[in-house]
């Protein structure tokens, strides 16, 4: 199957306030993940030592790893990674904080991670300023508070395959 190039927009991107709901709506469902998700990207991360062999990365998709240092030293040749966001050292990992720098390429394409995106529409679509979720409610003062993206639980069974894990 051919790679799509975009997924088109899923809103009305015509809304004045639509790339701010968008962005809002992205940020949201990243908080959640604990990671940016999509689309794939090359960085390099600064991360705190766990003193053992393994070291757990902010990371739920892993596509290769380019370099690493540990406390400076170059140590690529003898890190094994998963895709699923750990490295192992032959040795041990420093215990600085931020003492591993990491450079990689992770992250789903757009099309690969297709559901993410309708997630992000979803919120989005229904974040407006009258339509948003509930989050504070008065009778006295009549006043009313909405949370403009956030999740419903429906979304987070979604995302769940995408979510980073700790430990």
């Not at 794939?40 to 991360?45: F, P, Q, S, V």
């Not at 998709?61 to 140590?75: A, F, K």
Request: glycine letters at 8%.
């Amino acid at each position: 199957m051919a790679e799509p190039e975009e997924i088109p927009p899923i809103i009305d991107t015509a809304t004045p306030a639509a790339d701010f709901l968008l962005k809002a709506a992205t940020a949201a469902v990243r908080r959640e993940c604990g990671w940016h998700v999509t689309p794939i990207l090359t960085e390099t991360l600064t991360l705190n030592g766990s003193g053992g062999r393994e070291l757990r990365i902010p990371s739920g998709r892993i596509r290769s790893v380019t370099q690493v240092l540990n406390d400076g030293t170059d140590v690529s040749a003898d890190v094994d990674h998963s895709e699923a966001g750990v490295l192992r050292l032959a040795t041990c990992w420093t215990d600085k904080l931020s003492g591993v720098q990491v450079t990689l390429e992770h992250g789903w394409a757009q099309w690969e991670a297709a559901d993410i995106a309708g997630v992000v529409a979803a919120i989005a679509s229904r974040s407006t300023i009258r339509e948003g979720v509930v989050a504070a409610q008065s009778v006295g003062g009549a006043s009313v508070r909405y949370e403009v993206a956030s999740l419903l639980q429906s979304e987070r069974a979604i995302i769940q395959r995408y979510v980073v894990r700790s430990g």
